[in-house]
């Protein structure tokens, strides 16, 4: 039964672009969320993340927008660069304990020249 | 400063083997995390370390798995008997929890695959 899910696996977009990226999740304990970004043969790099006591934050080109009412977070990154290509997960916590990371099954961003 | 590192990158055994992946987290970092990632999966929790004691094992997955952290800082993920459904990459993940720090900082894995 998967707490965090990404229902897109993939999504294609112009450079200079909008990218939409979307989760949503099921457990109303987890407090803390997080996006990751992994290229092939390299393990997660973490890129943005939020607590939910927030309904945004950003970072540069990325933002990240919490909407607890609905479970859902989503990441945009505007402009799209090609060396955003990758794919992207979300992530969500409890805070306190061992804070272990639930993830999604991943997003494959592709922005295009 | 360095990252976390994990050893070897790649590991092929054969069914019913002994293995075990090795973890450098980053320095100073007490907590240190394992995941494992299936093709087409996100990554998925196995245990979590603070200091020496496992605080949290409640992913691994049966008792063919089992990970150490004698001294702190490397961890050894020991994975018994192997079995074809073990193949996949393995992640380990480092932070400084203790500093009220919430992101995890991941090495670039071990692959693994169970002939």
């Known amino acids: 039964d998967q707490q965090v899910k990404q229902n897109s696996p993939s999504l294609s977009v112009q450079e200079g672009r909008i990218s939409i990226l979307n989760c949503d999740y099921t457990?109303?304990?987890?407090?803390?969320f997080l996006w990751y970004k992994k290229y092939p043969a390299e393990g997660p790099t973490f890129l943005i993340s939020?607590?939910?006591?927030?309904d945004k934050n950003e970072d540069g080109r990325f933002t990240v927008f919490l909407n607890k009412s609905a479970k859902h977070l989503s990441l945009h990154i505007v402009p799209s660069q090609p060396g955003d290509s990758a794919v992207y997960f979300c992530?969500?916590?409890?805070?306190?304990?061992?804070?272990?990371?639930?993830f999604g099954k991943g997003t494959k961003l592709t922005v295009n020249p | 400063g360095a990252g976390v590192s994990q050893t070897p990158s790649n590991k092929v055994t054969e069914k019913g083997k002994y293995v075990e992946l090795r973890c450098d987290p980053i320095s100073g970092h007490t907590a240190l995390y394992w995941y494992r990632q299936s093709l087409g999966q996100g990554p998925e929790f196995l245990i979590y370390?603070?200091?020496?004691?496992?605080?949290?094992d409640s992913g691994l997955p049966n008792d063919r798995f089992f990970a150490v952290r004698p001294e702190g800082s490397v961890s050894t993920l020991k994975i018994q008997r192997t079995e074809r459904g073990d193949s996949a990459v393995y992640l380990c993940?480092?932070?400084?929890?203790?500093?009220?720090?919430?992101?995890?900082?991941f090495g670039p894995g071990t692959r693994l695959t169970v002939l």
């Open positions: 993940a480092s932070s400084p929890l203790d500093r009220g720090v919430h992101e995890q900082f």
């Open positions: 992530a969500a916590s409890v805070q306190g304990g061992s804070e272990k990371l639930v």
């Open positions: 457990n109303s304990m987890f407090d803390y």
């Open positions: 939020i607590s939910s006591i927030k």
């Open positions: 370390f603070q200091g020496t004691g496992a605080a949290d």
